[in-house]
């Protein structure tokens, strides 16, 4: 009972309050449901299921639902979320932003660089295709936020050697939702984003090598 009244204040509280962000937006605990996606059952469980994820790990993963982009781009605003709201570790740099966009049907996946270090694209690809893209195909946004957040959280999790609890369950995916190969959200994959920060990383650490 504790631990829920805790949660709940932390909720209520709002986990980035105080932020300068330029889109005014609504958190309660990790998620920022804008687009009004999430049941409270839903809201509820994520919320405790990334409160155990931080609390074993120090990662935080904000979601953020966005009825439409009002003409910014999905790159900048899940940046700006990143930086304005600090997600993650100060010094372990363990942040994840998951953003989704239903008018324009794109979403943007932001690791923080401590992510990018232990993450492998192909990893958070997998997640993207094969757990979330089938639902949102389908027109089933709230099992596709659950599914690949359940699933990220386990990942960065995975990271520290920690099991994250699950509240809640991960929606079964079942076998006759496919991708369709034509499907806009693949238009905004972050994959190459994360193999861009990877090589950056590489080649500043090549770098300070060779000054060494």
Not at 31 to 50: H, M, Q, V
Not at 120 to 139: C, R, T, W
Not at 198 to 203: D, K, M, N, R, S
């Amino acid at each position: 009972m504790l631990k829920r009244v805790l949660i709940s204040t932390l909720m209520i509280l709002g986990l980035f309050a105080g932020s300068a962000f330029a889109v005014d937006l609504d958190f309660k605990g990790y998620i920022a449901d804008e687009a009004n996606i999430l049941s409270e059952e839903s809201l509820e469980n994520l919320n405790y299921t990334l409160h155990d994820l931080n609390k074993k790990t120090k990662a935080s993963i904000a979601v953020v639902t966005l009825s439409t982009l009002k003409n910014a781009k999905i790159e900048e605003l899940a940046n700006e979320v990143m930086n304005e709201y600090k997600i993650g570790d100060d010094t372990k740099k363990n942040g994840i932003v998951f953003v989704i966009a239903i008018a324009e049907r794109q979403l943007q996946v932001v690791l923080g660089d401590g992510i990018v270090r232990e993450i492998k694209p192909k990893q958070l690809e997998n997640i993207i295709d094969k757990s979330v893209l089938p639902y949102f195909e389908a027109g089933e946004y709230e099992n596709g936020i659950l599914r690949g957040t359940y699933l990220m959280a386990d990942a960065v999790g995975a990271i520290d050697n920690q099991k994250v609890e699950h509240f809640g369950t991960i929606p079964e995916l079942k076998k006759n939702k496919t991708v369709n190969k034509n499907w806009l959200w693949w238009l905004i994959l972050p994959v190459a984003a994360v193999i861009g920060c990877l090589i950056a990383f590489l080649c500043v650490k090549q770098k300070e090598e060779q000054q060494s």
